[in-house]
């Protein structure tokens, strides 16, 4: 039985506009594309999501590593308010869920300074029974630690869990840790299944009162 529904942060409960960002730098589409590329691809931004490094220390790596593209990238994390838009109606939905007897929970890569800017005062906090953030423990997503501190931390059962994320390697983490877990591919599609996840505990507590 479903009873515990968890959440990645990016592209699932907020949306993300980086290459935005990069073209508000001065950069074109193209260029912001291949900067963005860059940025993620690279080792230290998961050192950053881990909290191994700093937002200034990973801004000086970049920097050293990539001296043409310095300015670039050091805009990009200098401004990191600019990258997130709200998903409003996703978060009515996790009301919803909770309403309906699901617990939620946050499992997410962020770094501290990033994961403050971007969620620390975000709505859909109150509506979280619990989450674990990387750089909290020092591991990203997909690696299988990450999903058993979620599970030890609450003390859940992994096959009553769902997990959504919006990357496939992150998913079959999730599955090999034995929970259920979907790939979220645009907004309105994680709000179709979350309805359906409503409709379905409503349908069982019907059942339950009719027995």
Not at 33 to 49: H, M, Q, S, T
Not at 67 to 82: G, N, R
Not at 126 to 143: A, L, T
Request: charged share 30%.
């Amino acid at each position: 039985m479903l009873k515990n529904v968890i959440f990645d942060i990016g592209e699932v409960l907020l949306s993300y506009r980086w290459n935005y960002v990069l073209e508000v730098s001065g950069l074109s589409e193209e260029e912001g594309e291949r900067v963005g590329k860059l940025i993620f691809a690279d080792p230290i931004w998961n050192d950053l999501d881990a909290g191994k490094v700093t937002l200034d220390e990973a801004r000086k790596m970049y920097a050293d590593k990539y001296p043409k593209d310095a300015k670039s990238i050091a805009f990009f994390l200098d401004h990191p308010e600019l990258m997130p838009l709200p998903r409003e109606e996703v978060w009515e939905k996790l009301k919803e869920l909770r309403a309906a007897g699901y617990k939620t929970y946050i499992l997410s890569n962020y770094g501290k300074e990033l994961f403050e800017m971007h969620v620390g005062s975000a709505p859909f906090l109150k509506d979280m029974d619990g989450g674990v953030i990387s750089y909290q423990v020092h591991v990203c997503k997909p690696d299988a630690k990450i999903y058993r501190k979620l599970i030890e931390k609450y003390g859940l059962i992994p096959e009553e869990c769902l997990f959504f994320d919006d990357r496939i390697e992150n998913v079959n983490g999730a599955i090999a840790c034995g929970m259920q877990s979907m790939m979220v591919t645009s907004e309105a599609e994680l709000i179709r299944i979350m309805n359906t996840l409503i409709q379905q505990a409503t349908v069982g507590d019907a059942a339950e009162s009719a027995v």
